[in-house]
């Protein structure tokens, strides 16, 4: 859409058809709104399709009034696309539902109106009809998610709809994959025998009959035919179909105080703990830890008198082995260094242990959101005193629990969100330190948390000031390659760039500027071990400068189409700090291609050799053509497709990519003279994500055929946007 500059009042008077003397019929001063000349149209009930030619009995609501140029075509809605047809002289205008797109699956396709613009589409219906499947939409996947019935969320779908499975799905204790209960009178493991032997007997299931410990030791215990007993303030997941038993233990009489510090270990499920003055209903809890999915976790009760029981509540979400690690530790108080003013002195290259489980969360970090570690423990603060400028690099190892280590850096003011400069999770042995680049002589605040407990040694270095790379602001970066791949380095990079793509990893920054309304697709490609991010912003880097923004595994990809000429940032960064490439392919907008037919060789389309943007659906075509990488078993022709043909003439690069499908996606490749044509090398990909299928192909010249198919008999609306450029 050309960009709009006349005032409001100009269309509503146009809209309403007062014409003002050289307002509304000249090409000096355009229409705003043109409605069809047909007249008795309802013109707002044609959105898409590919319409037919006017003639004696056929109306077309993409067809305006007359015209002799472009420029007398503008309607004035954003999402549209409009056109003098040169051979009926008169304006066409073609709607783009990618002009609408939210960037939110769930909520529906949106879908761009003719003479009205963007409406929002109807929300996925996931539900499929069959009483056998929990249907939701899933945001994160872009997808439906159909999960087997199961009504006690214990894990295993009912044995009415997957046989040999929960016989009683009305019970979380009884399931396929439980074990069998010792003098219980039930079918545990749905095996159709009951109290079979071998059998177990649960250990510690109620207050009646305590596992009693010794004292400070590991102890091996169970949750295997335990039943949830137990009301915790903090639990797993799905507390109902969860298992639980209690543990009791003495403080030694005639002694000091004690620390009870407890740690729970399972195999795989996810485990809490909890730790009680009594075995009661109206016991006090002194101590519990949680966390999101965590499989170690820690509990300390304070100060607990000689002489007296406590009682240790382990959780488990399914019902597993526990190794539980007991210790009675004199007693101390919580760590005083929580906040700001309180911070303890930093040592620069000497190790700092820290013990993360029972902080306060005071302080606010970006990276508990965007970081990829989801929600944090409290943290522990740091004071660092610079008295020159120095680049500084922050470590942590872990060497007791699973959780990640989550660290922040903030400036003297400290208690604010702003006042946060630069944060990490370390996610894995490779994840680089935080490092905060020629930071000025003053006082610093290091931030330590973590996902779930750990024991960690945190290790502060300084280093002389070092310049920062062009990359490194977007003030005046280097310039992005148009139209081919170009490595970026990503070593020794902060996180200096705040688009909140991915936050708190190194990143980097180019410039691109587009002189025309143009169509961008931006390829990250990462190390396989990382998840990587490209993003479009405009030329501040912000977060409400972001155009278009995608982190994933690699390649990372994301586009925007009919973005309008000006001055623009695509900013790159990645988990592992690491080379990484980027292409930026860029073509003047075009209008989409909205396709009706393709369904079968006869009636395949052309994709222009320049590139083009198609959308269709594929809903109601015929399933002709099988697909390599599609799912085992499918009938002859799989899903419902269409196919289109791509000639070259010479060697180019071509990518194609299916962002903004609605459905698993298939995008098959084939040459040949004849269709459909023989597969190539690498020619098939299936996607399963948002980003939907995507290829990236050096091609010789000679005819294509490119299939859109659906993966495992999946079909829908769909788009494909294909950019040719020369080859590498």
Same mark, same amino acid.
């Given at each position: +859409?050309?960009?709009?500059?006349?005032?409001?009042?100009?269309?509503?008077?146009?809209?309403?058809?007062?014409?003002?003397?050289?307002?509304?019929?000249? #090409?000096?001063?355009?229409?705003?709104? %043109?409605?069809?000349?047909?007249?008795?149209?309802?013109?707002?009930?044609?959105?898409?399709? #590919?319409?037919?030619?006017?003639?004696?009995?056929?109306?077309?609501?993409?067809?305006?009034?007359?015209?002799?140029?472009?420029?007398?075509?503008?309607?004035?809605?954003?999402?549209?696309?409009?056109?003098?047809?040169?051979?009926?002289?008169?304006?066409?205008?073609?709607?783009?539902?990618?002009?609408?797109?939210?960037?939110?699956?769930?909520?529906? /396709?949106?879908?761009?109106?003719?003479?009205?613009?963007?409406?929002?589409?109807?929300?996925?219906?996931?539900?499929?009809?069959?009483?056998?499947?929990?249907?939701?939409?899933? &945001?994160?996947?872009?997808?439906?998610?159909?999960?087997p019935r199961d009504a006690d969320g214990d894990g295993d779908p009912d044995d009415h709809c997957a046989p040999t499975h929960d016989c009683n799905d009305n019970d979380p204790t009884v399931a396929s994959t439980a074990r069998e209960v010792c003098g219980n009178g039930k079918d545990d493991n749905c095996n159709g025998q009951i109290d079979e032997t071998?059998?177990? %007997?649960?250990?510690?299931?109620?207050?009646?009959?305590?596992?009693?410990?010794?004292?400070?030791?590991?102890? #091996?215990?169970?949750?295997?035919?335990?039943?949830?007993?137990?009301?915790?303030?903090?639990?797993?997941?799905?507390?109902?179909?969860?298992?639980?038993?209690?543990?009791?233990?003495?403080?030694?009489?005639?002694?000091?105080?004690?620390?009870?510090?407890?740690?729970?270990?399972?195999?795989?499920? &996810?485990?809490?703990?909890a730790v009680f003055d009594a075995c009661t209903t109206t016991g006090t809890e002194l101590a519990c830890g949680s966390a999101p999915l965590a499989n170690t976790m820690r509990a300390r009760a304070r100060d607990l008198t000689p002489g007296a029981t !406590?009682?240790?509540?382990?959780?488990?979400?399914?019902?597993?082995?526990? &190794?539980?690690?007991?210790?009675?530790?004199?007693?101390?108080?919580?760590?005083?260094?929580?906040?700001?003013?309180?911070?303890?002195?930093?040592?620069?290259?000497?190790? +700092?242990?820290?013990?993360?489980?029972?902080?306060?969360?005071?302080?606010?970090?970006?990276?508990?959101?965007?970081?990829?570690?989801?929600?944090?423990?409290?943290?522990?603060? =740091?004071?660092?005193?610079?008295?020159?400028?120095?680049?500084?690099?922050?470590?942590?190892?872990?060497?007791?629990?699973?959780?990640?280590?989550?660290?922040?850096?903030?400036?003297?003011?400290?208690?604010?969100?702003?006042?946060?400069?630069?944060?990490?999770?370390?996610?894995?042995?490779?994840?680089?330190?935080?490092?905060?680049?020629?930071?000025?002589?003053?006082?610093?605040?290091?931030?330590?948390?973590?996902?779930?407990?750990?024991?960690?040694?945190?290790?502060?270095?300084?280093?002389?000031?070092?310049?920062?790379?062009?990359?490194?602001?977007?003030?005046?970066?280097?310039?992005?390659?148009?139209?081919?791949?170009?490595?970026?380095?990503?070593?020794?990079?902060?996180?200096?760039?705040?688009?909140?793509?991915?936050?708190?990893?190194?990143?980097?920054?180019?410039?691109?500027?587009?002189?025309?309304?143009?169509?961008?697709?931006?390829?990250? /490609?990462?190390?396989?071990?990382?998840?990587?991010?490209?993003?479009?912003?405009?030329?501040?880097?912000?977060?409400?400068?972001?155009?278009?923004?995608?982190?994933?595994?690699?390649?990372?990809?994301?586009?925007?189409?009919?973005?309008?000429?000006?001055? =623009?940032?695509?900013?790159?960064?990645?988990?592992?700090?690491?080379?990484?490439?980027?292409?930026?392919?860029?073509?003047?907008?075009?209008?989409?291609?909205?396709?009706?037919? #393709?369904?079968?060789?006869?009636?395949?389309?052309?994709?222009?050799?320049?590139?083009? =943007?198609? %959308?269709?659906?594929?809903?109601?075509?015929?399933?002709?053509?099988?697909?390599?990488?599609?799912?085992?078993?499918?009938?002859?022709?799989?899903?419902?497709?269409?196919?289109?043909?791509?000639?070259? %003439? &010479?060697?180019? /690069?071509?990518? +194609?990519?299916?962002?903004?499908?609605?459905?698993?996606?298939?995008?098959?490749?084939?040459?040949?003279?004849?269709?459909?044509?023989?597969?190539?090398?690498?020619?098939?990909?299936?996607?399963?994500?948002?980003?939907?299928?995507?290829?990236?192909?050096?091609?010789?010249?000679?005819? !294509?055929?490119?299939?859109?198919?659906? !993966?495992?008999?999946?079909?829908?609306?769909?788009?494909?946007?294909?950019?040719?450029?020369?080859?590498?």
């Open positions: +859409m050309r960009p709009i500059a006349r005032a409001l009042a100009f269309a509503v008077v146009c809209f309403a058809g007062v014409a003002l003397a050289g307002a509304c019929g000249s #090409s000096e001063t355009r229409d705003t709104f %043109t409605r069809p000349q047909d007249a008795g149209v309802d013109a707002d009930a044609a959105r898409e399709g #590919s319409a037919p030619e006017p003639d004696a009995g056929t109306v077309d609501p993409t067809i305006g009034g007359p015209c002799v140029d472009d420029a007398q075509c503008d309607d004035g809605i954003a999402c549209t696309f409009e056109a003098c047809d040169p051979a009926l002289k008169r304006c066409r205008t073609t709607p783009d539902d990618a002009q609408c797109d939210n960037g939110i699956y769930c909520d529906g /396709r949106e879908v761009c109106v003719l003479h009205r613009g963007c409406t929002p589409g109807g929300v996925v219906a996931c539900d499929d009809g069959d009483a056998c499947t929990l249907d939701k939409c899933v &945001e994160a996947l872009k997808a439906c998610d159909r999960a071998p059998c177990s %007997t649960p250990v510690g299931d109620t207050c009646a009959a305590p596992i009693a410990l010794g004292g400070s030791a590991t102890y #091996s215990v169970s949750t295997v035919g335990a039943t949830k007993s137990f009301a915790t303030t903090c639990s797993v997941a799905t507390p109902a179909s969860a298992r639980d038993i209690v543990a009791a233990i003495t403080i030694p009489a005639g002694g000091s105080t004690k620390d009870l510090d407890v740690w729970a270990t399972t195999p795989n499920s &996810e485990v809490s703990l !406590y009682f240790i509540v382990v959780t488990t979400q399914t019902e597993s082995d526990v &190794e539980l690690k007991v210790r009675l530790l004199d007693a101390a108080p919580k760590a005083t260094n929580e906040t700001c003013a309180t911070a303890a002195p930093i040592v620069p290259e000497t190790p +700092m242990p820290v013990s993360i489980f029972d902080a306060t969360k005071d302080l606010a970090t970006a990276c508990a959101a965007g970081g990829g570690s989801g929600s944090t423990l409290g943290e522990l603060t =740091y004071a660092l005193t610079l008295s020159a400028a120095a680049d500084v690099r922050a470590f942590a190892s872990v060497t007791a629990g699973s959780g990640a280590p989550v660290l922040g850096l903030r400036n003297s003011a400290c208690t604010a969100a702003a006042d946060e400069l630069h944060c990490r999770t370390l996610v894995s042995l490779t994840s680089p330190p935080l490092f905060a680049r020629a930071l000025p002589a003053g006082r610093y605040v290091l931030t330590v948390s973590a996902t779930s407990p750990i024991d960690a040694n945190v290790l502060v270095k300084l280093s002389p000031p070092t310049v920062a790379p062009a990359d490194q602001s977007c003030v005046a970066p280097p310039p992005a390659q148009i139209n081919a791949t170009m490595p970026v380095d990503l070593t020794n990079r902060e996180d200096a760039l705040k688009d909140a793509c991915l936050v708190g990893w190194p990143n980097a920054a180019f410039d691109l500027p587009l002189a025309v309304a143009s169509d961008v697709l931006l390829v990250g /490609r990462f190390p396989q071990t990382g998840v990587g991010a490209v993003s479009l912003t405009g030329p501040t880097c912000t977060v409400d400068d972001r155009l278009a923004c995608t982190s994933s595994f690699t390649p990372a990809r994301t586009g925007k189409r009919n973005v309008a000429a000006g001055s =623009y940032r695509v900013v790159v960064t990645d988990t592992i700090s690491e080379d990484a490439s980027l292409t930026t392919l860029v073509r003047p907008t075009v209008a989409p291609t909205v396709v009706t037919g #393709s369904d079968a060789c006869a009636d395949a389309n052309d994709i222009t050799p320049t590139g083009a =943007y198609l %959308t269709g659906d594929t809903t109601g075509h015929v399933p002709d053509f099988t697909a390599g990488c599609d799912a085992s078993g499918q009938a002859p022709g799989g899903a419902s497709d269409q196919i289109f043909r791509l000639v070259l %003439t &010479e060697r180019k /690069r071509v990518v +194609m990519s299916m962002a903004g499908s609605s459905f698993a996606t298939v995008l098959d490749v084939r040459k040949g003279a004849a269709c459909p044509g023989d597969a190539i090398a690498g020619g098939c990909f299936v996607g399963f994500s948002g980003a939907r299928s995507f290829l990236d192909q050096v091609l010789d010249a000679g005819t !294509y055929w490119v299939v859109v198919d659906g !993966y495992a008999g999946a079909k829908g609306a769909w788009n494909l946007d294909v950019h040719v450029v020369p080859p590498p």
